[in-house]
């Protein structure tokens, strides 16, 4: 499918939802299985019928990337995050209040591989996850630096790479705290106070928004029971809230979805030297539009940047796929030409593209 069929696809998906067909879904993050966020998405999510789980790490994991660190001790050796679970319980378990929310001890990626590996053929009952999503972070990750620095991309990209449609998303609203902390009160207008109920609103939306666009006419809601999957395989979307509160004087409660690529106006490290101290710590670096992280090259070009259109009370959602090949083009040949005196094309590649397709074809033909 072209990028420019996806792009359709997705404008077409981020319209007003009408209907929900339940899913099955794992939700995942780098910020801890207790923290705000991810408790009101999680709640959202079973209120709107979805068969949501929660599978996340014990302790914050945040900046881990797609690190899939397991842990080696079979007994927490710390209590985990605020007090949920004590020292010297099980490296990984249930909440004693809600046995569909999971805590493991370990990074984010590896949390997902644990949902996909122990909890979904353990607990599941024979069915599938239909779609894994991680967060709302503590805090934006626009931009493709923070593609293999965050937790919450990690979770995202390692259950893309098993097959399963994902989504990341993230918030401006960056205060890290626990879920017995939200404020429940709402304002003159009915809306929620607190900005993890209102980031947890949005992701229910576009969850809600793609399930119906795949739901099959008919079929009637139902774990499971859509047509074709929320997205191609070896896709996912990054999606960035920008600073949200539905205070009297806010001018940004419900911001509108808008297509974006990672590419554009985005920040990376350097290392910045502290004269004083002698020591050096990381700080942004914006590349020029065109080089770098900047450089579009598989995404659509004109499509605007991710990070520029997050501060400008708008989500950006992004689309992303797995396949890190460079494309067809005549900068990728004069790559191959520069190498070919030691590098050459491989003999046997058109008879691998030729068998390739038929075992597709047959597959196709047996299912």
Known sequence: ???????????????????????????????????????????????????????????????????????TER??????????????????????????????????????????????????????????????????????????L????????????????????????????????IDRSVTAEGLPADPATLNARLAVKLVNELARSAAKPGLGPGPGKQSQPLLPSGYGLNVNFPEISSAPNSSCAD?????????????????????????????????????????CINGDCWLPGETELVSKCATPVSIFTVDYDAPATRKTASVAHAMSGLVKKYDGARRLRRDEGFLQSRYRNQH
Not at 6 to 35: E, K, P
Not at 151 to 175: E, K, Q
Not at 261 to 272: Q, V, W
Not at 277 to 286: K, M, N, R
Request: one cysteine or more.
């Open 1 to 71: 499918m072209r990028i420019t069929d996806i792009a359709r696809w997705a404008v077409v998906a981020l319209g007003s939802a009408t209907t929900c067909d339940a899913l099955n879904i794992i939700v995942n993050n780098d910020d801890g299985f207790g923290s705000a966020n991810i408790r009101e998405f999680y709640g959202l999510l079973k209120e709107s019928g979805h068969n949501a789980w929660i599978v996340a790490p014990a302790t914050n994991q945040s900046g881990q990337g797609g690190r899939a660190v397991f842990t």
């Open 75 to 148: 007994y927490l050796t710390t209590e985990s995050e605020f007090g949920l679970i004590p020292k010297g319980a099980p490296s990984f378990g249930t909440d004693p209040n809600d046995s569909h929310i999971w805590y493991y001890n370990g990074t984010p990626a590896a949390c997902t591989f644990f949902a996909l590996d122990y909890v979904v053929p353990r607990y599941w009952n024979g069915t599938q996850p239909d779609l894994l999503v991680a967060g709302p972070n503590f805090g934006l990750n626009a931009g493709p630096f923070l593609y293999s």
């Open 150 to 181: 965050s937790g919450t991309m990690g979770a995202t990209y390692a259950a893309v790479g098993r097959g399963i449609p994902a989504i990341s998303f993230s918030a401006s609203n960056d205060t890290q705290r626990s879920y017995k902390d």
């Open 255 to 295: 911001p509108p979805f808008y297509l974006t690529r990672l590419t554009g106006g985005a920040d990376t490290d350097r290392a910045a030297y502290n004269e004083t101290t002698g020591l050096f710590h990381y700080a942004d670096l914006v590349p020029p539009e065109g080089t770098g992280i900047n450089a």
